[in-house]
């Protein structure tokens, strides 16, 4: 492969800064035929190479960083992603290992990847001088001292960045593509490069919020524009964050390709030459459009129309749900099979996740493909700070992609894979109420509170029963407890309100409070800040015998009148209980032989309520809940309660486990020799 | 024309001792009910008296399941939805292929090693009834057989454990770890999932052999009367690897009828509502009449294997 010369690296630099400069000058949106969508505070213009057969991407990056706060500051971090994959000491390699059990895949030399920053220079502009900083390199470990950490990068500034002041920055680097441990990395000639380049961190309330990469955690980032070149050789496929701008062959065998977005906080791009590439534009609503690119594995082609399908779903029912979708591109990668890199989300741009086998009813590639997409409005539009907030990035996608999901495509059927063939069981449905994880929250979350920083979560399960299953189902239940118009009102209200912003919880908890009228922490604080359980439920139906009065009353003696009685006189009384901690009103419905239904209510508050009825007729059936509103709810069975039992139902599985006992039994006549 | 004449002796045969697989079924059943009666009580305080009773009436209430599930311990994780028509065979099979039976609950294990020894013991019987010359089930001339041969069966038992621990345990394995070698270095799942497959026909087909061959011991040791069990067995491979047409050919041809049943089985389940009594007991007698079927067919083997041993000999 040619290299490239010393006189055309100073003529590409010379451009690259005139260019670079000249689009501050004239606004770094010159190139944009959209406006942005926010304040472009992190802007990065870079030119790369990637050495397919080193491994090797060697950059320039040119980074003009806005200082937005009210604070100023003489210091700049930056997360070297990368260096997480340098050696198996890094805080990601050590926290994954003991937490998840997760190996490095393989310790030879050329599997580990790096980010090493070369060189790192002030460039003139109206507040700065041209200065080096180089020198002023540092590595920090802001969370957990580890001093073999290399990911958070710190330099030094001869002179502070004051409110409003604009400082720009060129930074050479070279990074070494690792083999896939997580998320990114090299595999044979698929290259998934996410988290490649210096990044910087985010400046708030008067000092860095820049994280260490740990084994849970993903991002937090500025908004800005990425206008990005990439050189690879010429029968590689390339696909990106943003609009593929230029394509232009060098003449050596290689290729540059331009990419460009305004109002996004992350550019990850993937390339191999086995991709299959399939464009097509999709008007998702009136006068709305977007370009979907679908780079997809030569084994995968059957799956086309089912990824195109699902990215179109997903964008129409989020436009629907959360706000119009206000990229003009969206580019869905299907991974390769030990890549590692599939489920993963960057602006306008995700990876889905299929297997060759698949059949209808079975949610693959939809689901991860419609969640991933759907990480877009939470990480991505709405910018939350993954490290610190899980919850509210996973979480509000988990909830998303399952309405989106269900509304799509319907209830997903019950199937299993025997040797790697998936079967699926056609009269098994999931229900939604089950698909948000109720099954991962009753065994794990109450190890945890949501609301922890990501790595600080007990153990893998909690982070992600918490991170994900909790908060969807808590936003579910939200949902049936406000009712769904207003929940819809609130939810896009918050994801539109708060796109650019990076809201915290209280954030969403002030848009729920404003929507329902009330002061609704008292709701979100059980499960935010909480690790109780709820679960309500029917412990007891009693119809007994109206007791009459009997034996001597002032003297006179009275005798019972139950015999004299042609119709009994029944005492009703239906026992409810909350088994769980967490506290929320709750209806009761009381059935009677008759057909008749009585609704109440109880403020759930104490460990129990019971409900007494007088009358000619029995209690039939109780149900706490009846509506199925309380989604959080660990105990559904205990939910409802019938005077008399259901022999049928017992029978009919019984019979069912049984021929499957009969049958293992005549397996095992096999090992009789 | 060998495997013919002998596959259709022997499906006579086993028509003449209809009683004994009869008898069978019923230690089937029985031995099964002893867990089941367990886990009628489970699902019925489980869900009983709640309205998702009226939902597994109708249908399969998954919710129910996945509390029913983590709640669970031993014999209850034994319920998924999979044990419905196809998913039961299917766990089976895998179960099988991949010796997971052997993961069982410990009251599964206890019930399925008492099956075992419970069969070594019957196939004494089971072949002596059919070594006479007109088959004819007798409880005194089966108990006799059956107690005649079932020191030297339990021997060959264990003898045969060795060659199903080695294919079963130690040979998948072996397979295991070259498929993970080549699944970390495959670019598709595609050559992995064919490679797994193939892997598990092997073990399949591995399994099966072993079984026949052990067989043909038992048949020797019935026929010729061996008091030399290891003998016996090495015999019985001698005896497969000479005649491998006629003795894979007929086992191969009583597997297809076993197929065969069971797919017959798996398509009439699918349509057979048990949304009332009248619907679940039809089904309970056509899973009846399956397990029943797939004992006929066992004992149709046998029958039929005797007769080709003798044919040839």
């Known amino acids: 492969m040619k290299k490239i010369s010393l006189k055309e690296a100073r003529l590409l630099k010379k451009f690259l800064v005139l260019g670079f400069i000249s689009s501050i000058t004239f606004g770094i949106f010159l190139f944009s035929s959209v406006e942005p969508l926010c304040k472009q505070i992190a802007n990065y213009t870079m030119d790369l190479k990637l050495d397919t057969d080193k491994n090797i991407i060697s950059a320039t990056e040119l980074l003009s960083w806005t200082n937005d706060t009210q604070a100023s500051t003489d210091e700049l971090r930056f997360h070297l992603y990368w260096n997480a994959f340098q050696n198996n000491m890094s805080t990601f390699l050590t926290e994954g290992e003991r937490r998840s059990g997760r190996r490095v895949y393989k310790s030879n030399k050329e599997d580990w990847g790096y980010c090493q920053v070369e060189t790192i220079k002030i460039m003139k502009n109206q507040f700065f001088e041209d200065h080096d900083i180089t020198p002023t390199i540092e590595f920090r470990q802001p969370d957990n001292g580890n001093l073999y950490d290399q990911t958070v990068l710190s330099v030094k500034l001869p002179q502070a960045v004051r409110p409003d002041q604009t400082i720009l920055l060129e930074i050479k680097f070279q990074s070494k593509v690792p083999r896939p441990i997580s998320r990114t990395g090299v595999y044979k000639d698929y290259y998934f490069i996410a988290q490649w380049f210096p990044k910087i961190g985010v400046f708030q309330d008067g000092k860095w919020n820049c994280h260490q990469y740990h084994a849970s955690s993903e991002y937090f980032a500025d908004y800005g524009t990425y206008d990005v070149k990439i050189t690879l050789p010429s029968s590689f496929v390339i696909g990106a964050t943003g609009e593929h701008r230029e394509k232009n062959d060098n003449g050596d065998g290689t290729t540059t390709h331009r990419f460009y977005q305004h109002s996004v906080h992350d550019f990850a791009w993937a390339a191999s030459p086995r991709l299959l590439e399939f464009k097509e534009a999709f008007n998702f609503a009136p006068g709305k459009k977007t370009e979907i690119t679908l780079l997809l594995q030569p084994w995968h082609k059957k799956l086309k129309e089912r990824y195109l399908n699902a990215v179109k779903a997903a964008i129409k029912y989020c436009s629907l749900f959360y706000g119009d979708y206000p990229y003009t591109t969206a580019t869905c990668v299907d991974p390769a099979y030990n890549s590692r890199s599939g489920g993963m989300e960057y602006p306008t741009f995700f990876t889905g996740g299929a297997y060759f086998l698949t059949r209808k009813g079975i949610p693959r590639p939809e689901g991860v493909t419609i969640h991933e997409f759907g990480h877009g409005y939470f990480y991505g539009l709405v910018g939350n700070n993954e490290f610190e907030n899980p919850w509210m990035d996973e979480g509000f996608t988990s909830f998303l992609d399952t309405e989106v999901y269900y509304a799509a495509y319907g209830d997903p059927v019950y199937s299993k894979y025997y040797f790697g063939i998936p079967f699926t069981f056609k009269d098994i449905y999931i229900p939604i109420e089950s698909y948000g994880g109720i099954s991962e929250h009753r065994t794990t979350s109450d190890m945890d509170e949501m609301q922890r920083f990501s790595w600080k979560f007990m153990e893998e399960d909690s982070y992600g029963a918490n991170s994900y299953s909790k908060a969807e189902l808590m936003l579910r239940t939200l949902k049936r407890f406000l009712g769904e118009e207003l929940f819809g009102k609130m939810i896009k209200a918050y994801s539109t309100r708060w796109w650019f912003k990076h809201p915290g919880p209280k954030d969403f908890y002030d848009v729920v409070s404003e929507f329902s009228g009330q002061d609704m922490s008292w709701f979100l604080d059980q499960f935010v800040h909480g690790s109780g359980k709820l679960d309500y439920a029917v412990s007891k139906i009693a119809n007994q015998r109206q007791i009459q009065p009997e034996g001597w009353f002032d003297g006179k003696y009275q005798k019972s009148l139950h015999e004299k009685q042609e119709k009994a006189l029944y005492e009703s009384e239906v026992l409810v209980r909350r088994l769980g901690e967490v506290k929320i009103p709750v209806d009761v419905l009381i059935i009677f032989e008759d057909g008749k239904e009585i609704r109440e209510n109880w403020d759930g508050q104490y460990r129990w309520k019971k409900f007494t009825f007088k009358g000619s007729v029995k209690i039939k059936t109780a149900i706490v809940d009846p509506e199925f509103k309380l989604v959080l709810d660990v105990n559904r069975t205990n939910n409802s309660m019938m005077r008399k039992s259901n022999c049928l139902a017992p029978l009919k599985w019984t019979s069912n486990w049984l021929v499957w006992l009969q049958h293992a039994l005549e397996f095992f006549t096999i090992f009789g020799g | ?313």
């Open chain 2, 1 to 313: 024309m060998k495997v013919i004449i002998n596959f259709s002796k022997g499906f006579k045969n086993t028509g003449k001792t209809a009683r004994m697989v009869f008898l069978f079924f019923l230690i089937n059943l029985a031995l099964s009910m002893v867990l089941a009666v367990p886990m009628y009580h489970s699902l019925k305080n489980s869900f009983g008296q709640s309205k998702v009773g009226e939902r597994m009436s109708k249908g399969f209430d998954y919710l129910w399941w996945e509390e029913f599930r983590d709640e669970g311990k031993g014999l209850d994780k034994t319920f998924t939805p999979s044990i419905i028509g196809k998913g039961a065979i299917l766990n089976n099979l895998e179960a099988f292929v991949q010796m997971r039976f052997f993961k069982a609950p410990p009251l599964v294990l206890i019930v399925g090693i008492l099956y075992i020894v419970l069969h070594v013991f019957l196939a004494g019987g089971i072949l002596s009834i059919f070594n006479m010359d007109t088959p004819k089930f007798t409880a005194k001339g089966f108990f006799k057989g059956a107690a005649t041969y079932f020191s030297r069966f339990f021997i060959l038992m264990l003898i045969s454990w060795v060659f199903f621990i080695a294919a079963g345990i130690f040979l998948n394995e072996g397979l295991n770890s070259i498929l993970d070698d080549v699944a970390d270095n495959s670019l598709s799942e595609i050559t992995p999932f064919y490679l797994g497959l193939l892997f598990s026909a092997i073990i399949f087909f591995l399994m099966l052999f072993i079984q026949m061959v052990f067989d043909y011991a038992r048949i020797k040791i019935v026929l010729e009367d061996r008091r030399n069990v290891l003998k016996s067995a090495l015999e019985a491979f001698g005896f497969v690897f000479k005649h491998p047409g006629s003795t894979l050919g007929l086992y191969y041809l009583i597997l297809l009828i076993h197929v065969v049943v069971t797919i017959i089985y798996i398509f009439i389940k699918e349509f057979i509502p048990q949304s009332a009594f009248i619907g679940v007991l039809i089904a309970f007698l056509i899973q009846q009449l399956f397990i029943f079927a797939l004992i006929w067919v066992r004992c149709w083997l046998y029958s039929s294997q005797m007769e080709l041993y003798r044919y040839i000999k």
